[in-house]
């Protein structure tokens, strides 16, 4: 039983404890209170949250710092979802796992015990706290600006070095990719692409995530790819091709999901982000035109991702050039309209179906023939009477 109501009212529901947010929300249930540990939280792990249905959220850390204009707690509250924040991230470790807990404004209780305290975030405070972080964000974008050239520097030499490409049983070559990643706005530009996606059947290429995303609009994924720990075990099992990405270090997080799965996988060494290597690895493999959707662009998507620079993103679009474009751009471009040469096959066949009609059709013979024996008559009695 819960309750959804106003600020200062209560909120019952059974606590799911998590914290990384995007494996939490795996797990959760309509009606559940997640209790998570996410500093300034991002837009995608809080649409999964209000995806979820969860009764509330109760965070140990601050949902918005004020460092840049996250998007997540906005979102969440605007799903009519409550949101205590600051808990303090002892809490995890005081709260079990599956216990029934009661909000009070700010309190968590749990069997009539206060366990720990935060605040009650408000929708207008959130939008203050935004707007207030748009007016200082030159200071970040700064940060953010340096430590991409300074990683531009470290890491340019390995992103155009020559990659050892996994042997694929997919048919990439002369064919489109369509590269799909759980990020920003995944969903309505599928959506979007559905009649792309028909005429040109490119190679479907989930990274992590997105191959559910794939799976949710009834497409499977040809190939999965990236460090499997935001993947379900219905797109492990779906069929797709597995390659696992590896960086040149030697560093491969995600190594023990595959080998727990048990299934077959490829490796593919290369510098950069999960995203970064799909793409690099439809260039390799002879892609005609590779498809983004849900990729990061924005330096907000970035921190969002919680990552500093984004200079493996700058340095795979620089290699790809002109060979990558945004859903965006392609489902404006593809749209559903009647072009006049459609128009005209149209027109076309249903003549050429009223012909057919014309000569074969009993009563269509019985009609004509009436008629010319009518224009016959007529013509005689006009002849004859002058």
């Known amino acids: 039983m819960m309750e959804h109501e106003l600020e200062g009212t209560s909120v019952t529901g059974t606590a799911r404890i998590g914290r990384r947010t995007k494996d939490l929300v795996k797990r959760l249930a309509p009606g559940d209170v997640a209790v998570i540990d996410h500093r300034d939280l991002d837009r995608v792990a809080a649409e999964g949250l209000v995806d979820a249905r969860v009764a509330a959220v109760v965070n140990a850390a601050c949902s918005i710092s004020g460092r840049y204009p996250n998007s997540g707690p906005i979102r969440i509250l605007r799903a009519g979802i409550p949101v205590v924040d600051e808990a303090g991230s002892e809490l995890l470790d005081r709260l ?34 935004m707007e207030e972080a748009r007016v200082a964000i030159g200071a970040e974008l700064q940060q953010f600006a340096t430590n991409t050239l300074e990683f531009v520097e470290q890491e340019a030499t390995l992103t155009f070095q020559p990659v050892a ?98 299934l077959p996988y490829e490796e593919f060494v290369v510098e950069g982000t999960s995203e970064d290597a799909a793409m690099l690895l439809a260039y390799e493999a002879g892609a005609r035109l590779i498809v983004a959707v849900g990729t990061h662009a924005t330096m907000v998507e970035f921190l969002d991702k919680g990552r500093p620079g984004m200079s493996s993103t700058f340095l795979t679009r620089l290699r790809l050039g002109p060979m990558l474009v945004d859903a965006k751009g392609v489902s404006q471009l593809y749209e559903g309209r009647v072009r006049r040469r459609d128009l005209a096959l149209l027109v076309g066949a249903a003549l050429v179906a009223v012909l057919v009609i014309t000569i074969v059709a009993e009563p269509i013979h019985v009609f004509l023939d009436g008629l010319w024996l009518w224009i016959r008559d007529l013509w005689f009695s006009f002849t004859h009477r002058f």
């Open 165 to 262: 490409l996994p042997p694929l049983r997919t048919e990439v070559r002369g064919r489109h990719a369509l590269v799909v990643v759980r990020g920003h706005d995944y969903r309505s530009d599928l959506r979007a692409l559905r009649p792309y996606i028909r005429e040109y059947r490119p190679v479907l290429i989930g990274v992590d995530g997105g191959a559910d995303a794939l799976l949710e609009l009834g497409l499977t994924p040809d190939i999965i790819t990236g460090d499997f720990d935001s993947v379900s075990d219905r797109a492990v099992a779906c069929g797709a091709e597995l390659v696992h990405h590896v960086h040149p270090d030697g560093r491969a997080p995600g190594r023990e999901e595959l080998l727990a799965w048990g």
């Open 96 to 129: 079990e796992d599956g216990a029934s807990v009661v909000l009070e404004g700010g309190e968590i209780r749990c069997d009539g015990v206060v366990v720990g305290k935060g605040r009650r975030l408000r929708a207008e405070d959130v939008e203050d706290r």
